[in-house]
């Protein structure tokens, strides 16, 4: 789980605006711009002993908006050498304050691509961005992942199919296999909103609990795992960014957790692949939710 004060988020966001612009990407009057002026704002008022920002939901999605953010722009430069990937990154400042339930939202969805592609980084498995299949490969097999942002839960099972094919088409042309990324983040914030705990390590707890619960409750609903498994789709990664408050209403955190979620049965030759890029994207050990073991599966977090 990161940790971030406010004073030292709106630093770090700051500093992010730049290194975002000195790589082409318009920030004034744009949204971005729009985040750190309502951050700036709310730490003014923390400095003056008002902590109402606290409730507002302009501040929370502000706060969710600019993590990302900051994780992009931790990577490294060279990244960005290509005309398409760089092409992606000048656009993800496009878009309206907050994501909307429809429609398409192509800043968001590359931000989410960028995102995973920092997490994989950090994880020492970044394979590059792809050039075919797939958004992002993980190294050293360079097996591609598939990401869609799920704005509600409405859009989730239509999103899904859509990456399932996408990588098997793919696998079907010669291609590796792969896994599926969704960023459940939107839909599940609004189903259990903000989170209150009283430490940081609650707070990493409950963020693992919540997506595990979701998995459970909502996304083995809209999925049948049947329907989705294919030779070229492994298994689908989820994360969970949560914003919530650690100790007392000041403490405003964020915790990112990631679940990986087998297809497969136990025994497969696809099941055992996927157990080996599992092993590479965990730090910790990692719970394997089979389709018949989905509702008692644990998240593992990532860091």
């Known amino acids: 789980m990161q940790l971030m004060a406010l004073e030292c988020m709106v630093a770090e966001y700051f500093s992010s605006l730049s290194r975002l612009e000195s790589w082409g990407v318009r920030v004034k009057n744009t949204r971005l711009d729009g985040y750190l002026k309502l951050l700036k704002h709310a730490l003014a008022q923390e400095q003056g002993g008002d902590e109402s920002h606290q409730c507002d939901d302009r501040f929370r999605n502000a706060i969710m908006e600019a993590a990302d953010i900051v994780d992009i722009a931790r990577l490294h430069g060279n990244l960005f050498t290509d005309d398409h990937v760089l092409g992606k990154l000048r656009k993800i400042s496009d878009g309206r304050e907050f994501a909307e339930d429809e429609g398409a939202d192509?800043?968001?969805?590359?931000?989410?691509?960028?995102?995973?592609?920092?997490?994989?980084?950090?994880?020492?498995?970044?394979?590059?961005?792809?050039?075919?299949?797939?958004?992002?490969?993980?190294?050293p097999g360079l097996w591609p992942i598939e990401n869609k942002r799920i704005s509600s839960l409405a859009r989730l099972a239509l999103r899904t199919r859509k990456a399932r094919d996408q990588l098997q088409r793919g696998f079907e042309l010669g291609g590796p296999p792969g896994l599926i990324a969704l960023d459940l983040s939107r839909p599940i914030r609004r189903t259990y909103g903000h989170l209150i705990e009283s430490s940081d390590d609650a707070l990493a707890e409950a963020t693992s609990r919540t997506l595990t619960a979701y998995i459970g409750e909502h996304l083995m609903l809209?999925?049948?795992?049947e329907d989705i498994a294919r030779p070229g789709v492994l298994g689908i990664?989820?994360?969970?960014?949560?914003v919530g408050t650690s100790g007392d209403v000041s403490q405003i955190r964020r915790s990112t957790t990631w679940q990986l979620v087998s297809l497969h049965t136990d025994n497969s030759?696809?099941?055992?692949?996927?157990?080996?890029?599992?092993?590479l994207c965990g730090s910790l050990p990692i719970v394997l939710g089979a389709k018949d073991e989905l509702l008692s599966a644990r998240a593992s977090i990532f860091r």
């Open 106 to 139: 192509a800043a968001r969805d590359y931000i989410f691509e960028f995102a995973c592609a920092s997490e994989l980084c950090v994880l020492g498995q970044f394979g590059g961005f792809a050039t075919s299949v797939g958004d992002v490969l993980i190294a």
């Open 237 to 242: 990664m989820v994360r969970y960014v949560s």
């Open 269 to 279: 030759v696809e099941n055992e692949l996927f157990l080996k890029i599992a092993a």
């Open 222 to 225: 809209a999925l049948r795992p």
